[in-house]
């Protein structure tokens, strides 16, 4: 299995771009999520979802849109980039149920706004 | 969102020390969880807690659930290289309490002295 994947691993953007962050998994797992990391934080909840063709906004969803087609894929589209917005971007996922909170991580995008 | 207190900010030990950290909120949570962050890296699942009271270990690491279910504790005992790292506490809010989804501390950056 290779878990969760994230692509790019890298990405610079100059203000009011839009770009897509690509996730999958290959672990059958119905719940996902995108988080968002800064320098001395912790990670904050952006979009989730429970299943396919379901989303919900999590702490920080403004300027974030997020689809769930299929159960593998969880991109997480920016519509016109901010300078805000820099900042480190992990997509994880779990079982569903009971267990959803244990979930795995990707390896991360590093996002820089410009 | 809820907010995490994570003590302490840093540590700097030596190796074959003993390590504890701690997480409280003024909240009561139903889950917690550690995490584990090498650098350039996503957070890795250390522990995970659901009932109030229960003591968890996962090799050399041992987790506590408070009873008052606003707090939580990771010991690591007997600290090796590669135990430097973050280590995040994660919360879940009970159902109504706001997003499916975790809520993380600011973590406790372990540095080993040689």
């Known amino acids: 299995n290779a878990g969760v994947t994230q692509t790019p691993k890298f990405q610079v953007l100059k203000t009011g771009q839009s770009m897509t962050l690509q996730c999958a998994q290959d672990?059958?797992?119905?719940?996902m999520s995108w988080y968002r990391q800064d320098p001395g934080m912790g990670l904050r909840l952006i979009h989730y979802?429970?299943?396919?063709?379901?989303?919900d906004q999590g702490e920080v969803p403004n300027g974030y849109n997020v689809s769930r087609s299929t159960t593998e894929d969880f991109p997480l589209r920016l519509l016109s980039a901010a300078p805000s917005q820099t900042s480190v971007y992990f997509c994880?996922?779990?079982?569903?149920?009971?267990?959803?909170?244990?979930?795995?991580f990707g390896p991360g995008t590093r996002l820089t706004v410009t | 969102g809820q907010q995490l207190n994570q003590s302490p900010q840093s540590m700097f030990i030596q190796e074959g020390e003993d390590v504890s950290m701690n997480c409280t909120s003024s909240?009561?949570?139903?889950?917690w969880l550690w995490y584990k962050q090498d650098p350039g890296e996503g957070p890795v699942l250390l522990i995970a807690?659901?009932?109030?009271?229960e003591l968890t270990s996962n090799g050399r690491l041992t987790a506590q659930f408070g009873i008052t279910r606003k707090d939580s504790f990771l010991n690591i005992s007997a600290s090796i290289p590669s135990d430097v790292g973050i280590y995040f506490c994660?919360?879940?809010?009970?159902?109504?309490?706001?997003?499916?989804?975790?809520?993380f501390g600011k973590g406790t950056h372990l540095i080993i002295q040689p």
């Open positions: 909240s009561i949570f139903n889950t």
């Open positions: 672990m059958n797992h119905e719940y």
């Open positions: 994880a996922s779990s079982y569903g149920g009971v267990n959803r909170y244990e979930q795995y």
């Open positions: 994660a919360g879940q809010l009970p159902a109504g309490g706001g997003a499916d989804g975790l809520t």
């Open positions: 807690l659901y009932k109030a009271g």
């Open positions: 979802s429970v299943g396919a063709g379901i989303t």
